[in-house]
């Protein structure tokens, strides 16, 4: 039997029964049942596991998908005011949503109105969450530290694409989330090819010219969903144009790129350089500046003057 991993905030906040086991881990293959299917979260005995430094709980995996119908549920109920939790209890609901809506577009390659939904809540929580504390996303990415590179990478992508938007002067509430839905969006095409790119470091010509599909692949499938925006499918489609003409897959030049695609361009490589990969260390936020400085011609030159203006201090 497997066991995913689940967050307790969410249901310690919401005092309802549960309805699957919940275990903590003893050894690397063994678990221990800690509350079973109708027990209302114990919040005494919850911080006594954590004085012992018990901080991880699970459940079988069979369950997994009953808790992410409760946590969807509470993201209906939630999304757009988060404002009224704690930041650590924000943070944990935005976690819970994250790995819930990846699990299911990427790993189960399952994209529908359900899971766009729920992306969408993924979306505002963030976004309510940086208006409310603009430091907001450490938090938020530090508790995705343990998620596969797809999860972090979307997650973070969304989180910068709105900073950076803001930042630039767009105002708009609804461009703003066009641009956090398309920048979490922005690889949902990486879970149809063939192989991980996460696990190769040097691409063979096939691979390089299956990845340069994943826009487009991203586009079809998103196409498919009812009321989804044109802004979000056109970052999904350019989010790898670079203005100086060699992106792909149309090679679009300079303003011919739509505005919030050139933004996600930004956050997207920004991102990918100061997260560890599977075949290198992560780069320091400086670092990753001066590389990206030193490519010229591969991104809006004002959005990354923007860019440094947040992080070099
Ligand atoms: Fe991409
Ligand atoms: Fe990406």
């Given at each position: ?19 699957f ?11 221990t049942?800690?509350?079973k ?6 919040r ?12 991880s709980?699970?459940v ?12 969807e ?60 504390n ?32 803001k ?11 066009h ?26 010509p ?29 970052i ?24 919030p ?53």
């Amino acid at each position: 039997m497997e066991y995913l991993e689940i967050s307790l905030e969410i249901l310690e906040k919401f005092k309802r029964p549960l309805k699957f086991d919940v275990y903590i881990k003893r050894t690397e293959t063994s678990y221990t049942k800690i509350f079973k299917s109708d027990d209302v979260i114990d919040r005494e005995r919850v911080a006594q596991y954590r004085k012992k430094g018990v901080n991880s709980f699970y459940v079988e995996e069979n369950d997994y998908s009953i808790y992410c119908l409760y946590v969807e549920k509470i993201g209906d109920v939630l999304a757009g005011s988060i404002g009224k939790f704690t930041p650590e209890e924000s943070s944990a609901f935005i976690k819970e949503l994250v790995n819930f809506t990846m699990h299911e577009m990427i790993l189960k390659n399952n994209i529908d109105e359900r899971t766009i939904k729920s992306a969408g809540n993924v979306v505002s929580s963030c976004i309510d969450t940086l208006n409310t504390n603009p430091k907001g996303f450490v938090k938020i990415l530090s508790l995705m530290s343990n998620q596969p590179y797809i999860v972090k990478h979307s997650i973070a992508v969304s989180l910068f694409s709105v900073m950076l938007a803001k930042k630039y002067g767009i105002e708009s509430e609804s461009t703003i989330s066009h641009i956090g839905l398309g920048g979490f969006l922005h690889d949902v095409g990486v879970g149809q090819l063939t192989f991980d790119p996460e696990d190769v470091e040097t691409l063979t010509p096939e691979q390089r010219k299956e990845v340069w599909r994943h826009p487009e692949l991203g586009r079809q499938q998103l196409d498919q969903i009812k009321g989804i925006r044109t802004e979000v499918l056109q970052i999904v489609t350019q989010h790898h144009e670079q203005p100086n003409g060699r992106g792909y897959p149309n090679g679009l030049l300079g303003l011919n790129i739509f505005l919030p695609a050139r933004i996600v361009a930004v956050a997207d490589t920004f991102s990918s350089l100061i997260v560890k990969r599977s075949f290198r260390d992560s780069f320091s936020c400086e670092k990753a500046l001066s590389i990206m400085a030193e490519e010229t011609g591969k991104f809006d030159t004002k959005i990354l003057a923007v860019l440094n203006g947040m992080f070099i201090k």
